[in-house]
């Protein structure tokens, strides 16, 4: 018996239809080829198959504001970023609630708020929302956390909150991870503050949200005399706390580090690295661990923006968002705000603003099943 034609074959269609670009527009004008197509591509199980298949190199799709402070009962409101015709409708992935929110960060197609004094997982392309309360000993005021889907195999269904929170009373520095698959907190993780027990010892993690680099989390850390990295191992799923490079630990004590500098997968994808700007410099970080065993921080690429912004001596840069996946940061000069694409490096202009703002990339595969 002759076999069948590849593109009759269903099973080996539907391989293919996989390897679409991981796009908005993809799935939609597969459909429209013929019935066959369509039936293959609007069924809710392939959008699944889709979103697993692209889940490591997901697009931008757009962002959140960070902070809604200033306005009560702002709804929380995504701004898409690609065009047309995978431009997702901002109303299609915004969230209208009755409270003031503050988005602590975006993960796997996930959106971890904090709805004071309530955790809120959501998911805005499916529409699902998880309510959690906080473990004894975390205040909501004092601290910050990630979401993230869980290891491969569950991934679709189940996630995990990690809270990380300065312990004054005790020193130390706590974590605590939520399942969704046990629906319960874990036991409290703990490690001891950079500066010990010293009386002046003024230890809180930064606002700012967690970076996924490898299989850690990592946020920062400010003390009173010294400013730190806190990693979270997800597989040990332990604490540790790591230092700064020198010159960027003083920025982090005069306050403007969230703004300077963030934690970001190290250039041409290996290990830990930190981007940082100074003036119209960004500078790129790599964490080295030499052949004495001696991790360090070395300087790698630097790029001058001045010229490719069209910055003039009244602009400055600040950092306001990191996109794991796409390797992209959010750069504010002031005026404009740029998404700067480090690997390949280019630079596109998102908006004129002169208001401060946080942005939370949301990087997703945009698959509906419908």
Known sequence: MAAAPPLDDENLLTEILLRLPPLPSSPPRASLVCKRWRSLTSDPAFARRFRIHHRRNPPLLGYFHGVFDEIPFEPMRFEPTLKAPNRVPPGRLSLQLDSNLHVLGCRHGL???????????????????HRLAYPPGFDPDKSNGAVLRSAAGAGEVHFQVVLVVV????????????????????????????????PDSD??????????????????????????????????????????PPDKSRDAESGVSHKHFTVMQAEGGGGLGLLSVSGFTVQLWKRKTGFDGVASWEMGRTVELDKLLSMDSHDFLTIQGYAEDNYLVFLWTGRSV?????????????????????????????????
Not at 111 to 129: E, N
Not at 184 to 198: C, K, Q
Not at 210 to 229: K, R
Not at 339 to 346: S, Y
């Open 111 to 129: 959106v971890l708020i904090l709805d004071w004094p309530q955790l809120l997982v959501w998911d805005p392309v499916a529409g699902h929302q």
């Open 167 to 198: 312990s004054d009373y005790e020193k130390k520095l706590l974590a605590c991870v939520y399942s969704s698959e046990t629906g319960a907190w874990g036991s409290l993780i703990s490690t001891p503050t950079p500066s010990g027990d010293s």
């Open 203 to 244: 230890t809180r993690v930064w606002w700012e949200p967690a970076v996924l680099v490898g299989d850690s989390l990592y946020w920062m850390i400010i003390d009173t005399t010294l400013s730190n990295l806190l990693e979270f191992d997800l597989k040990t799923e332990s604490l540790a706390v790591m230092p700064l």
């Open 338 to 370: 740029f998404m700067v694409k480090l690997e390949p490096f280019r630079c596109e202009k998102l908006l004129d603003t002169n208001k401060w703002d946080r942005y939370c990339p949301f990087e997703t595969v945009y698959a509906t099943g419908t």
